[in-house]
């Protein structure tokens, strides 16, 4: 079936520490890919997202992620969190024909301790 | 300029009510997404809209139901609530129909169904 996974429910992250959140898809071709956040009673706000081309893509607020295809892998990293950092995290994938609705994860909350 | 707007803010309904949530898009923006998140889970897939016509509906029953406005606005319908509807809808927009690589989303009606 297809999916996508987070497997991480919950990560602690002292402030100033490197982050690195994963994601899996489970897809018969590669789909588009997204992550998102949201921090608390807030919408989604897009990070960053990968269509084609260079495998590492930036995005805002200093995130950045690779795609593997190997792994039909899509993690998200910081080299360095802030606590304004604390948010649930979701990765979504877009499948490249049709509607493109957005299948997302089931999230990663992360916290930041000092 | 305005992002994507929703109304209300959060609502509570008691079982068996019909419940009625509206959204704004981004100026210009032609394509609108309708998204469940029940707490502690990702969104999930309910409707989109382009062009006031439905281009794509996610696994939801007949009580969901949707609309599209000459101003592109939308309309989200629930009849017969039951407690598991209880959940943060979220409205995406986007410019085109293929908009998943640039949807915009609100910041949600929070439904309570008592």
């Known amino acids: 079936a297809q999916s996508v996974t987070q497997p991480d429910i919950h990560i602690t992250v002292s402030e100033g520490a490197s982050l690195e959140l994963r994601c899996n898809y489970s897809y018969g071709a590669t789909p588009y890919l997204f992550w998102y956040v949201q921090s608390p009673g807030q919408g989604l706000q897009l990070l960053l997202k990968y269509f084609s081309g260079d495998t590492l893509v930036q995005g805002i607020k200093g995130f950045e992620a690779e795609f593997k295809r190997s792994q039909s892998s899509f993690n998200l990293r910081k080299p360095s969190v802030h606590w304004s950092d604390a948010a649930e995290y979701f990765c979504?994938?877009?499948?490249?024909?049709?509607?493109?609705?957005?299948?997302f994860g089931t999230g990663t909350r992360l916290t930041i301790i000092p | 300029d305005a992002g994507v707007t929703q109304s209300p803010t959060h609502l509570i309904k008691t079982r068996g009510q019909h419940v009625t949530l509206r959204c704004s898009p981004i100026?210009?923006?032609?394509?609108v997404s309708w998204y469940q998140q029940v707490l502690g889970q990702g969104p999930q897939f309910i409707f989109q809209y382009y062009e006031k016509e439905e281009r794509g509906r996610g696994n939801f029953p007949d009580r969901f139901s949707a609309r599209q406005f000459p101003n592109y606005s939308s309309e989200l319908n629930v009849n017969a609530l039951l407690l598991g509807d209880s959940a943060l809808y979220l409205c995406a927009s986007s410019l085109v129909l293929a908009g998943a690589r640039e949807q915009y989303f609100g910041p949600g009606t929070r439904l309570t169904v008592t």
């Open positions: 100026s210009g923006h032609k394509s």
């Open positions: 979504a994938v877009a499948l490249n024909f049709g509607n493109e609705k957005l299948t």
